[in-house]
């Protein structure tokens, strides 16, 4: 039973912030790469953010859209990851999807949850 459930989306207005959480279960993500990806209406699933798993080198990176505004980070003894998202615009307005990957072992997406950006 593995699970990636997200939470705290919602809708704000431009400029403001929100934080994403994503608890997961079965897996020890410290030796998992965990990702975070959004989906607009009638578009591609597109990579936000990346988190190479921590045995391996530890870094981040960011798609160019929200590089330097949103922040992803692990409380590995919790087994959560986050995604803080700073001085949203409407053109971040999507479902978010956390990922769990490991090549060879598997591929894991939480269920999504909606962010909307709007005044």
């Known amino acids: 039973q593995v699970q990636l459930v997200e939470s705290g989306g919602g809708m704000v207005q431009p400029g403001g912030s929100l934080r994403l959480s994503c608890a997961v279960s079965?897996?020890?993500?410290?030796?998992?790469?965990m990702s975070w990806y959004r989906q607009a209406p009638g578009k591609e699933r597109e990579l936000v953010a990346h988190?190479?798993?921590?045995?391996?080198?530890?870094?981040?990176t960011y798609g160019d859209s929200v590089k330097g505004r949103f922040t992803i980070s692990r409380v590995n003894p919790k087994n959560t990851v986050f995604l803080q998202m700073n001085d949203l615009k409407p053109e971040d307005t999507a479902v978010y999807y956390c990922?769990?990957?490991?090549?060879?072992?598997?591929?894991?997406w939480g269920q999504g949850t909606q962010v909307t950006v709007s005044s």
């Open positions: 988190s190479t798993r921590t045995s391996a080198y530890g870094d981040t």
């Open positions: 079965e897996l020890i993500i410290s030796v998992w790469d």
């Open positions: 990922n769990a990957n490991r090549p060879g072992y598997g591929d894991y």
